[in-house]
């Protein structure tokens, strides 16, 4: 077990130093412009991909990482730079975590490397579980899958809703009930490879902040995959739900679905891309109240705007332990018995939201002016505490760990 450490070894500084450089010089003069765009920055991601950030071989580094922090060390570097960008350079790591978390080792192989494509032809993926009736609520999903034995296929109907990258990806990971029966323990994961017939965009959405991010709805009808597109394997499935039926017929434990299994691994990393935004909000403040003068000295001299520096700042600091406590918790097994990933997230969130709003307040009329980034870092803070489990739902996870009942 890898012991818990608060300083970044060697390496990790090598990796966070030109994470940062490439936010600084690459992600942020491009931030303005496809946020007013509301476009995916694909110049941004391809540039991405030429240094090596954007590559499965970059994420597995980070996600192999023994002390478990180098996908927060990366997300909160990227978002420093700018939400939306980084969004669109990391969404398809979502994809990416349903696949490591519930494939085998063949489709691993096999479908990770057509999510990423290469240099000369960039691609991303979408990893598609919400519903238009069905975001916190998985258990009432009804997209369904139904096995047609004869051509060894899985057929999938339904709509999907607030897919990053959903329409436009590569491959398509979608989660689909297959026994309506078990509620949210009878879903599984699918891979929807290119070009499948069937699968289309819906309404692509406008959005409030993080709009350089595509999300659309996407729409699946009869749509056709083989066998072996279901993850981890139909005789892995016919195991779990054999025993989720046995368990609902003695009353016993929840097993875990797909889609929870996923968002469970990906929480830590949401709170680190919640900091990095919260950092460049407190980072370019700063700056400013060192600058700005009113009654012939800096703001920075007048306790109102130092005291909230400082608040921020604690506030930042406090988010990025959380985050990192529970990402090493993860790497080195050690179980979420107070749901140690959802108060990362939880809290990381609400400290985004906190310290952009702070932020606008001590650039005063500058910081509601779109001539400055707080701006655009506060409309990208709120998509924090709603996506990926909203901040009601983390706190029903923790409430509900904390006694020891079923999460319904």
């Known amino acids: 077990m890898t012991e818990f450490a608060l300083d970044l070894n060697d390496d990790q500084k090598q990796v966070r130093d030109w994470l940062h450089g490439f936010a600084r010089d690459v992600i942020r003069p491009a931030a303005a412009e496809w946020d007013e765009r509301e476009e995916t920055p694909w110049p941004v991601i391809q540039e991405a991909a030429k240094v090596g950030i954007y590559s499965l071989d970059f994420y597995a580094q980070q996600f192999f990482d023994p002390t478990g922090l180098g996908i927060p060390m ?58 238009p009736d069905a975001g916190s609520d998985v258990g009432a999903m009804r997209t369904r899958a139904v096995y047609d034995e004869a051509r060894d296929e899985w057929v999938l109907n339904g709509t999907k809703t607030w897919a990053t990258n959903g329409g436009i990806a590569n491959v398509h990971v979608v989660v689909a009930v297959v026994d309506p029966g078990l509620g949210s323990k009878g879903h599984a994961s699918f891979i929807v490879p290119p070009n499948t017939p069937g699968l289309s965009q819906g309404q692509k959405f406008r959005k409030h902040g993080i709009r350089a991010s595509h999300t659309a709805e996407v729409v699946l009808e009869d749509v056709r995959v083989p066998g072996s597109c279901l993850l981890g394997g139909k005789e892995k499935l016919d195991e779990r739900l054999a025993r989720a039926r046995e368990r609902a017929r003695e009353g016993g434990e929840r097993v875990k679905n797909a889609a929870m ?107 509601f002016t779109r001539e400055y980034p707080v701006e655009r870092m506060h409309r990208d803070a709120a998509i924090y505490t709603i996506f990926e489990g909203t901040s009601e739902i983390q706190r029903l996870v923790i409430a509900r760990t904390l006694s020891g009942l079923p999460i319904r």
């Open 74 to 131: 990366a997300m909160e570097e990227l978002f420093w730079g700018d939400a939306g960008i980084a969004l669109s350079i990391v969404g398809t790591g979502l994809a990416a975590v349903g696949v490591l978390a519930n494939g085998t080792e063949e489709q691993i192989g096999t479908w990770i490397p057509q999510m990423y494509g290469d240099v000369d032809d960039v691609k991303v993926a979408a990893f598609c579980s919400s519903e």
């Open 261 to 367: 299994a996923t968002f469970e691994a990906s929480r830590p990393a949401v709170g680190a891309m919640a900091v990095g935004t919260a950092r460049a909000a407190y980072d370019y403040a700063l700056e400013y109240a060192k600058e700005r003068k009113q009654f012939g000295r800096p703001i920075i001299d007048n306790q109102g705007v130092a005291f909230q520096l400082a608040d921020m700042r604690t506030r930042i600091d406090a988010a990025r332990l959380l985050v990192w406590r529970a990402s090493w918790m993860a790497v080195s097994g050690k179980p979420f018995t107070a749901a140690e990933g959802s108060m990362s997230k939880l809290f990381a969130s609400e400290v985004a939201q906190k310290v952009t709003a702070q932020a606008v307040q001590i650039l005063g009329g500058n910081g």
